[in-house]
Structures are given as C-alpha cells and as structure tokens.
Nanobody
C-alpha cells in the first residue's frame, strides 16, 4: 500500500524556519516529480512547490519564491520543504503529493495535474 507521510509541522513565530519532510512507503517515487501543497483554514488547497525526479528542476508559487526550498533524497524516498522567514499567511495544513505517472513534470504537478497520491498533512501555524 502506497503511503505518503508528512512530518515537521508546528507552531512558530513570524520570521522563524521549519523543515517539512514527506516520506514515501509502499513503492519508490525516485523517478517521479513530487510536490508540496497547502490548505489554509477556509481556503482552497493551493500548490506550493514541485521538484522533478532528479532534483534539478523546481518550481514555486510566487508567494514562497526565495523563502521556501524543495529538495529530495531519492535514496530515502523522501522530499523536503525548507521554509524560511515564515509569515502568518503561511499558516496551513501542508501536504505532499505524487502524480500517477512519471511523465508528469514540475509544471504539471504544481498545476494540480495527474495527482494521485496524498499524505495526511502536517499543520504549520505561524504567529505574528
């Protein structure tokens, strides 16, 4: 059974940093693009960042560009989201996701295309 599990959420103050992890089990995603998404209270889910299988190609939503960094360790079947200079508007449940096909690239994943596998989410709360 395929499972994505997120870790690392918590309560921080504005300007602080957090590092989220998403560990995959049940199959390897080493040749798949993967992504991070978030859903704030009362809002729709939105894409945050995506990374291709090699880690060399990444895309970010504009509001996190320069503050967040997505990375991956294929040997550990894990992706990460380093979040720096957090803002109250970053408060959300953060999810990792993987597409159904290895042909999906970062622009596909950040565009919510082909997404099939989702984690249960981890809550990030940023106080002002």
């Amino acid at each position: 059974q395929v499972q994505l599990s997120e870790f690392g959420g918590g309560l921080v103050q504005a300007g602080d940093s957090l590092r989220l992890s998403c560990a995959a089990s049940g199959r390897s995603f080493s040749d798949y693009t993967m992504g991070w998404f978030r859903q704030a209270p009362g809002k729709e889910r939105e894409s945050v960042a995506a990374i291709d299988w090699s880690g060399r190609s990444t895309v970010y939503r504009e509001s996190v560009e320069g503050r967040f960094t997505i990375s991956r360790d294929n040997a550990k079947n894990t992706i990460y989201l380093q979040m720096n200079n957090l803002r109250p508007e970053d408060t959300a449940v953060y999810y990792c996701a993987a597409p159904s096909t290895p042909v999906a690239g970062p622009n596909d994943v950040i565009g919510n295309m082909y997404l099939e596998f989702w984690g249960q989410g981890t809550l990030v709360t940023v106080s002002s």
